[in-house]
């Protein structure tokens, strides 16, 4: 079962830029459906951008235009961009895929916005 951690959370002022990287122990070119989900305190998670079959790819309403999410197969990693981060965007940013019809998560990091 190829695995995933994440990286690239931190502290950052609003209107800055991270990048979140999502790296896999294994190859990724068989898994179609991948994804960044977050979840801040006291909140249920939520899905922030989804990548399926096709390379086709959707943002949640709240993130589009700000975050993009794209994978390179040849470094086995998913990414998140997020720029213009807002102090709501405060959460434990996880990624996923699915295969075989199991969802299979990385451990999380923290992305916390505020001046």
């Known amino acids: 079962q190829v695995q995933l951690v994440e990286s690239g959370g931190g502290l950052v002022q609003p209107g800055g830029s991270l990048r979140l990287s999502c790296v896999a122990s294994?190859?990724?070119?068989?898994?179609?459906?991948m994804g960044w989900y977050r979840q801040a305190a006291g909140k249920q998670r939520e899905l922030v951008a989804g990548?399926?079959?096709?390379?086709?790819?959707n943002h949640a309403p709240s993130v589009k235009g700000r975050f993009t999410a794209y994978r390179d197969n040849s470094k086995n990693t998913l990414y998140l961009q997020m720029n213009n981060l807002k102090p709501e965007d405060t959460a434990v940013y996880y990624c996923?895929?699915?295969?075989?019809?199991?969802?299979?998560w990385g451990q999380g990091t923290q992305v916390t916005v505020s001046s």
């Open positions: 996923n895929y699915l295969y075989n019809g199991k969802f299979t």
């Open positions: 294994g190859s990724i070119l068989d898994i179609h459906v």
């Open positions: 990548l399926g079959t096709g390379g086709i790819t």
